[in-house]
């Protein structure tokens, strides 16, 4: 990205969605084809597998990529003026039992791209997902963009690592970085291995909720509210947004045990929850976003609150019943 200046007119309204056939990447395919972006969608999912794109396979503004991030080329980046950084490994229990795996994708993934990303002319934004286990051990609350990464587990190292590859190939070769961290990101299509999914699912069966520590936080928001801030971000004007992070969750700190609580009220059951011990590390989590710097540069006011994400997803998971 060493000759880049402004984007060229063809680049405009392109978008490269990286991890396209999961939860985020596709609902964010979505927002950008219905406000009339052109979107290609990378992904390692079979294109036979890529269920919650369905719909977009046959959109003429759609193009899907069935590749591994690893294995990015620059011809795969040129032409689009936004480049949005999703796939990963993304799940934090995997990543225990799959460090190596974890550190592959999420970070060779980050470097292939920056990478490959470099050697173009048009990009003008490439936006990360990043995750609060980033921060893990929070020094302070809330928690804001000058906070320090803290992971305290081997999906979060992966995240933090991928997010530092970024600031430095920003400050090696300009590359126009732009950070958004989000927490636990609820909704329909969701993935079912997140805990609260499982959650919804047992309630809904009257099966027990198990909670794994109870005392530890967690920064919950709704995908259409993150999925606004990557939209705000995606269309800011490049300065604006370019060598900054954002918090893009609900602002609110819940503690895990209140939201099983909130789960049981949303699938309207009865089932027990019951109490294992915590996860490695997760003891003594918190994590509560300041919202201040994106809704004062991006005008980020996140709609729904955790008590009615939850409601709204456990009325998608009913309809799996
Ligand atoms: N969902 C959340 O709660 C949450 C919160 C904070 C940050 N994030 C981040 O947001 C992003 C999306 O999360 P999600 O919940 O949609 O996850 P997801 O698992 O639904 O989607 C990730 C997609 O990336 C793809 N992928 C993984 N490795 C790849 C590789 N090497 N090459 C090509 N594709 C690859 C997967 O096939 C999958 O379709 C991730 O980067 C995650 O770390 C998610």
């Known amino acids: 990205m060493g000759k880049r200046s402004a984007p060229a007119r063809d680049c405009n309204k392109r978008v490269l969605i990286t991890g396209a056939a999961g939860f985020s990447g596709s609902s964010l395919a979505r927002r950008l084809l219905a406000s009339g ?4 969608g990378l992904d390692v999912a079979p294109p036979g597998h890529a269920c919650l794109l369905r719909r977009e396979m046959s959109n003429p503004g759609f193009r899907y ?24 490994q993304a799940d934090a229990p995997m990543a225990f039992e799959s460090p190596r795996y974890t550190v592959m994708q999420n970070i060779e993934g980050a470097v292939a791209l920056l990478e490959a990303a470099r050697q173009t002319d048009c990009v003008s934004k490439l936006i990360f997902a990043a995750s609060g286990n980033e921060i893990g051990r929070a020094a302070y609350l ?12 081997p999906y979060g190292f992966s995240k933090a690592a991928a997010e530092m590859a970024l600031w430095a190939w920003r400050l090696s070769y300009g590359t126009p970085a732009v950070v958004m961290t989000s ?13 609260i999914f499982k959650w919804l699912w047992n309630a809904l069966h009257g099966q ?41 969750g609900s602002g609110e700190e819940h503690t895990v045990e209140d939201l099983a609580k909130i789960c049981r009220d949303a699938a309207g059951s009865a089932a027990p929850i019951e109490y294992v011990g915590y996860r490695p590390g997760e003891e003594g989590h918190r994590e509560a976003f300041s919202l201040e710097k994106a809704q ?8 729904v609150s955790p008590r009615e994400a939850v409601a709204l997803t456990a009325g998608w998971v009913r309809s799996l019943l």
């Not at 927490?183 to 969701?190: A, E, Q």
């Open 37 to 40: 972006y052109t979107v290609t």
């Open 65 to 88: 990529l069935w590749k591994g991030l690893q294995d990015i080329q620059p011809k795969d980046v040129e032409g689009h003026s936004v480049v949005a950084h999703l796939a990963a």
């Open 142 to 153: 809330p928690i804001d963009e000058a906070h320090p990464l803290t992971p305290h587990n």
């Open 183 to 195: 927490g636990v990101v609820v909704g329909p299509n969701m993935r079912r291995e997140v805990f």
């Open 208 to 248: 027990p909720i198990v909670v794994e520590g109870g005392r530890q936080t967690r920064d919950l928001s709704f995908i259409d509210d993150v999925i606004a801030g990557w939209m705000l971000a995606i269309k800011a004007p490049a300065e604006k947004v370019v060598g900054h992070k954002f918090f893009i």
């Open 296 to 303: 004062r540069e991006l005008g980020y006011a996140p709609k």
